[in-house]
């Protein structure tokens, strides 16, 4: 699978948690941006009424084992913190279509 | 919300089936890419094991109407038949923060 990986994150948040989300999103963020291997992120929010999930985080990473260190890494829980209400839908993908 | 929007359609596929899917979605990209305001698209994979969605499709359209016409269009339920047997949760997405 070609490297860089594809962090696809789909998250279920009700609509007037958004801007709470966007916050506490945005702290993950900025924690996430000093880790190793770290490339570009861009999060996602519905323009379909009634989207199951309002928000979907895409992240680019170096490598998997970057990606799994970083999340691992001691702060993480901490800058993370805010994001842990809601049912999130996370995994690594690689592209193998265009 | 800025255009273009983003399409972003999660599969749920069993492991077994990952070539029919990535045949069947290779057709139904064929039909979409002659649609008007069709921009790019790619299907991600996944590398995490065990992840819930096997398959994410990504595509960019020029507006969220020429997506619903391309989708309602004469032709595009034979072209997708195939992917019909598969749950999928798409929704269409702005980017609201990098």
Redesign the interface.
């Known amino acids: ?1 070609a490297e860089p ?2 962090l ?1 994150n ?1 998250f279920e948040v009700p609509a007037p948690d958004a801007e709470n989300f ?1 916050t506490a ?2 702290k993950t ?1 900025d924690y996430l941006e000093s880790q190793p291997g770290y490339i ?9 009424p009634g ?3 309002l928000f ?1 985080n ?1 992240a680019r990473w170096r490598t ?1 084992q970057d990606f799994m260190t970083a999340i691992q890494s001691p702060g993480f829980a901490q800058a993370a913190a805010g994001l842990a209400g809601y049912q999130a ?10």
Request: hydrophobic share 55%; no cysteine; net charge positive.
């Open positions: 699978m990986v594809v696809i789909s966007i999103w945005g963020r570009e992120t861009a999060l996602h929010r519905a323009v379909t989207a199951e999930f979907v895409i998997a839908h996370p995994a690594l993908y690689g592209v193998v279509r265009t």
